[in-house]
């Protein structure tokens, strides 16, 4: 028998051992040292045919090292021989100096120094099989190397080669999942739910926001049934691809109905993703002046961000849940399949909820549509200049052209958003209305008549230039596109015929150009006045650069009040009335006008905030309905005031206003007037069937505004025998 002494950690004291030799007690140091080593020593004997020895380790608070021998068999021996010399390692770290040895809780006993040239835990001579005898050259490794321990040798065999057994490594402390499991899996939960919501929310949302409704997100979407599918039969490379894809074009399906939702609430059609952009800068400046500075540029940085974001917030939304797919294949199949049988049967069925279809494939369609725009964008351009090339009134000799009017001062007069809704409205249509009929009346008392109808524009909410194009050209201008090509173009417009006779000067007013305008020239003007020529001191009324009446004022002082001046044609715009129609300027006697700088006062004083009115509709509307009030006051008050036999005007709105005020589904029509003294004039539109005075009747007839420029030249046009044209 036996024994392998090895240093353990604290713990009881052990009885005496009977069965140790004299020789192998411990020497005096260990007595003296006997307070502050304790060492558990458990020996089990067992005397059979095969012997065994084990030796069963005492744990404690802290480490327990084992020690089992199994001599019996061979290869247990070895397994037992390699756990006693690790524990050996483990405690050589801790080993402290002999001399220096105090007792301190909770830190492992020293090993006793052995006698020179003798091993501590020799086996007595009456044991049959001798312990393994450690090298010297392993217990000075085992010094160096703390972690590791060359495996004993037998004496009664050749010398084993070294052993090295690593000591455990100390196992990474466990994550917040592990640590909050519940948290984890709330976490998992709301990312899943969140990434499906961003997913649905792209193939359900629709591209107007008249059409918001809490039915149309209680869709099933084919689209992402197909697409689920798709990405769980993929094999894995493929399906890393089509993820990133997938969540790309989701991303930037967001997108595009966003800017549908932006130009149906201002234009009443969709985005024209290759025309439109630049309507952008419009919109800008119109958060400009409804929200200030600061919030219209957070707004602008927001939304930029937004965009760049969707797309990544979409791909990672897709990842998410392909992977789920994926890793519950058989439930994502089932749930497929149910999935896809309900979208069949809704279809069939027309089931729906709020009058939306239960079946949903608008993304898909949306899609459809936009390709289809795009390329019947691309054909637009070819029929639009074939539409141009067109024209009756190419080869007119000048002397020929609007000869009813020679002699006449033609003011041409755009009031901005002046639409048909300001009129049929109840709400508005009743104080407009008196204010029409009272400067109906005025015009009577200064000798001037008129006569009222309808055009229909081609736009509605915004685009302005597009209107005023339209009207001019003889041309339905409905797109940017359709704009660059007519002013790259020899199309005759009304301006240019004026100016073609040499019978005017043609000018322009336009305080509501602040850049340059090359195009100016295409329309045939002689002088543009724009914002910085006008002479205005005073502040900015919104998106208005300043009051009518001022635009006016200036108009007279610079070209239409001048003496032994020539007859004129002027094309004016009249901003006051754009939207967000806040702070509207208040009508002041004209000897207070001068150089607009009175109006900084004004303006403070009566001036409202846009953000604040915007924030009710019906006070948008209130609002809207004031400013073309004072637009269509500033205009009349001119013309009866300064106008003579020989002015005819010519006044219209260019387009409706956006929806705020229109509501769901608004018609395209704007009033259109003419007023003027000499019956001569009125009596060559006696035919077009329009009413007395500035409101026209329900019954009076719609144009196409691009007609307008045929019956207006038609109707003035060459000299007939007999003096008549």
Same mark, same amino acid.
């Given at each position: 028998?036996?024994?392998?002494?090895?240093?353990?950690?604290?713990?009881?004291?052990?009885?005496?051992?009977?069965?140790?030799?004299?020789?192998?007690?411990?020497?005096?140091?260990?007595?003296?040292?006997?307070?502050?080593?304790?060492?558990?020593?458990?020996?089990?004997?067992?005397?059979?045919?095969?012997?065994?020895?084990?030796?069963?380790?005492?744990?404690?608070?802290?480490?327990?090292?084992?020690?089992?021998?199994?001599?019996?068999?061979?290869?247990?021996?070895?397994?037992?021989?390699?756990?006693?010399?690790?524990?050996?390692?483990?405690?050589?770290?801790?080993?402290?100096?002999?001399?220096?040895?105090?007792?301190?809780?909770?830190?492992?006993?020293?090993?006793?120094?052995?006698?020179?040239?003798?091993?501590?835990?020799?086996?007595?001579?009456?044991?049959?099989?001798?312990?393994?005898?450690?090298?010297?050259?392993?217990?000075?490794?085992?010094?160096?190397?703390?972690?590791?321990?060359?495996?004993?040798?037998?004496?009664?065999?050749?010398?084993?080669?070294?052993?090295?057994?690593?000591?455990?490594?100390?196992?990474?402390?466990?994550?917040?999942?592990?640590?909050?499991?519940?948290?984890?899996?709330?976490?998992?939960?709301?990312?899943?739910?969140?990434?499906?919501?961003?997913?649905?929310?792209?193939?359900?949302?629709?591209?107007?926001?008249?059409?918001?409704?809490?039915?149309?997100?209680?869709?099933?979407?084919?689209?992402?049934?197909?697409?689920?599918?798709?990405?769980?039969? %993929?094999?894995?490379?493929?399906?890393?691809?089509?993820?990133?894809?997938?969540?790309?074009?989701?991303?930037?399906?967001?997108?595009?109905?966003?800017?549908?939702?932006?130009?149906?609430?201002?234009?009443?059609?969709?985005?024209? %993703?290759?025309?439109?952009?630049?309507?952008?800068?419009?919109?800008?400046?119109?958060?400009?002046?409804?929200?200030?500075?600061?919030?219209?540029?957070?707004?602008?940085?927001?939304?930029?961000?937004?965009? %760049?974001?969707?797309?990544?917030?979409?791909?990672?939304?897709?990842?998410?849940?392909?992977?789920?797919?994926?890793?519950?294949?058989?439930?994502?199949?089932?749930? %497929?399949?149910?999935?896809?049988?309900?979208?069949?049967?809704?279809?069939?069925?027309?089931?729906?909820?709020?009058?939306?279809?239960?079946?949903?494939?608008?993304?898909?369609?949306?899609?459809?549509?936009?390709?289809? /725009?795009?390329?019947?964008?691309?054909?637009?351009?070819?029929?639009?200049?074939?539409?141009?090339?067109?024209?009756?009134? /190419?080869?007119?000799?000048?002397?020929?052209?609007?000869?009813?009017?020679?002699?006449?001062?033609?003011?041409?007069?755009?009031?901005?958003?002046?639409?048909?809704?300001?009129?049929?409205?109840?709400?508005?249509?009743?104080?407009?209305?008196?204010?029409?009929?009272?400067?109906?009346?005025?015009?009577?008392?200064?000798?001037?008549?008129?006569?009222?109808?309808?055009?229909?524009?081609?736009?509605?909410?915004?685009?302005?230039?597009?209107?005023?194009?339209?009207?001019?050209?003889?041309?339905?201008?409905?797109?940017?596109?359709?704009?660059?090509?007519?002013?790259?173009?020899?199309?005759?417009?009304?301006?240019?015929?004026?100016?073609?006779?040499?019978?005017?000067?043609?000018?322009?007013?336009?305080?509501?150009?602040?850049?340059?305008?090359?195009?100016?020239?295409?329309?045939?003007?002689?002088?543009?006045?724009?914002?910085?020529?006008?002479?205005?001191?005073?502040?900015?009324?919104?998106?208005?650069?300043?009051?009518?009446?001022?635009?006016?004022?200036?108009?007279?002082?610079?070209?239409?009040?001048?003496?032994?001046?020539?007859?004129?044609?002027?094309?004016?715009?009249?901003?006051?009335?754009?939207?967000?129609?806040?702070?509207?300027?208040?009508?002041?006697?004209?000897?207070?006008?001068?150089?607009?700088?009175?109006?900084?006062?004004?303006?403070?004083?009566?001036?409202?905030?846009?953000?604040?009115?915007?924030?009710?509709?019906?006070?948008?509307?209130?609002?809207?309905?004031?400013?073309?009030?004072?637009?269509?006051?500033?205009?009349?008050?001119?013309?009866?005031?300064?106008?003579?036999?020989?002015?005819?005007?010519?006044?219209?709105?260019?387009?409706?206003?956006?929806?705020?005020?229109?509501?769901?589904?608004?018609?395209?029509?704007?009033?259109?007037?003419?007023?003027?003294?000499?019956?001569?004039?009125?009596?060559?539109?006696?035919?077009?069937?329009?009413?007395?005075?500035?409101?026209?009747?329900?019954?009076?007839?719609?144009?196409?505004?691009?007609?307008?420029?045929?019956?207006?030249?038609?109707?003035?046009?060459?000299?007939?025998?007999?003096?008549?044209?």
């Amino acid at each position: 028998m036996s024994h392998i002494r090895s240093p353990q950690l604290p713990g009881p004291t052990p009885a005496p051992d009977d069965d140790k030799a004299p020789e192998d007690s411990a020497p005096p140091k260990r007595d003296a040292a006997a307070e502050t080593e304790q060492v558990v020593e458990t020996e089990q004997v067992v005397e059979t045919e095969q012997v065994v020895e084990t030796e069963q380790v005492v744990e404690t608070e802290q480490v327990v090292e084992t020690e089992q021998v199994v001599e019996t068999e061979r290869e247990k021996a070895g397994e037992g021989t390699r756990e006693a010399r690790t524990a050996e390692a483990e405690t050589a770290e801790t080993e402290p100096e002999p001399e220096k040895s105090e007792e301190q809780p909770g830190a492992k006993a020293p090993a006793p120094e052995p006698p020179s040239g003798r091993e501590p835990d020799a086996d007595p001579p009456s044991e049959p099989a001798p312990d393994p005898e450690p090298e010297p050259q392993a217990e000075a490794k085992a010094e160096r190397e703390p972690q590791a321990e060359p495996a004993p040798k037998p004496e009664s065999g050749p010398d084993p080669e070294p052993q090295l057994t690593a000591s455990p490594s100390p196992s990474p402390s466990p994550g917040w999942r592990s640590r909050h499991p519940r948290a984890a899996r709330g976490v998992a939960w709301a990312g899943t739910g969140l990434a499906l919501v961003l997913v649905l929310f792209a193939l359900v949302v629709p591209n107007d926001i008249t059409e918001l409704d809490p039915g149309r997100f209680l869709r099933i979407p084919a689209e992402g049934i197909l697409v689920a599918g798709l990405l769980l039969v %993929l094999p894995a490379k493929a399906r890393r691809v089509a993820v990133v894809v997938v969540g790309v074009v989701l991303g930037l399906l967001v997108i595009v109905k966003a800017l549908d939702m932006g130009s149906y609430w201002t234009l009443d059609r969709p985005f024209d %993703l290759v025309l439109d952009w630049i309507l952008l800068d419009d919109a800008q400046s119109f958060m400009k002046d409804s929200l200030g500075g600061a919030a219209a540029q957070a707004a602008t940085v927001g939304v930029i961000a937004l965009a %760049l974001a969707l797309p990544v917030l979409m791909t990672l939304a897709v990842v998410r849940l392909s992977r789920l797919m994926v890793r519950n294949r058989h439930t994502a199949s089932r749930t %497929l399949l149910v999935l896809g049988t309900a979208w069949i049967t809704c279809s069939t069925l027309t089931l729906e909820i709020s009058d939306v279809p239960v079946a949903s494939h608008s993304a898909a369609t949306l899609v459809e549509n936009r390709i289809e /725009a795009v390329s019947e964008g691309l054909k637009d351009g070819e029929a639009f200049r074939k539409q141009a090339a067109v024209d009756a009134f /190419a080869d007119v000799p000048p002397d020929q052209l609007l000869t009813g009017l020679r002699g006449k001062d033609v003011l041409i007069t755009f009031i901005e958003s002046y639409g048909r809704s300001a009129i049929d409205d109840p709400r508005m249509g009743e104080p407009l209305g008196e204010t029409l009929t009272q400067k109906t009346q005025e015009l009577k008392d200064a000798g001037f008549a008129s006569r009222s109808g309808w055009l229909r524009s081609p736009i509605t909410g915004a685009g302005s230039w597009l209107g005023h194009s339209t009207f001019l050209s003889g041309l339905w201008i409905k797109n940017q596109s359709r704009y660059n090509n007519l002013v790259a173009s020899d199309r005759l417009t009304l301006t240019e015929a004026f100016r073609r006779t040499g019978a005017w000067r043609t000018v322009g007013i336009v305080p509501g150009t602040q850049k340059t305008w090359p195009e100016g020239k295409y329309f045939g003007l002689d002088h543009i006045y724009d914002s910085d020529q006008l002479g205005y001191q005073g502040p900015k009324f919104s998106w208005s650069t300043m009051p009518d009446q001022y635009t006016l004022k200036a108009f007279r002082e610079l070209e239409h009040g001048r003496k032994d001046r020539e007859p004129m044609m002027a094309e004016i715009i009249l901003t006051s009335s754009h939207n967000p129609w806040a702070p509207i300027p208040s009508t002041i006697p004209e000897e207070e006008i001068g150089d607009g700088s009175v109006y900084h006062s004004l303006q403070k004083a009566e001036g409202k905030d846009p953000t604040e009115v915007w924030k009710d509709p019906l006070a948008v509307r209130d609002e809207y309905r004031k400013s073309i009030q004072y637009s269509v006051t500033s205009i009349v008050d001119f013309v009866a005031k300064y106008g003579s036999k020989d002015t005819v005007l010519v006044f219209l709105g260019d387009h409706q206003p956006n929806k705020t005020v229109t509501g769901d589904n608004p018609s395209h029509d704007v009033p259109v007037s003419i007023v003027a003294q000499d019956p001569e004039v009125l009596e060559k539109i006696s035919d077009w069937g329009w009413t007395d005075g500035l409101k026209p009747a329900d019954s009076t007839p719609t144009w196409r505004m691009d007609k307008f420029r045929d019956r207006f030249m038609t109707a003035f046009g060459p000299q007939q025998p007999g003096g008549t044209s």
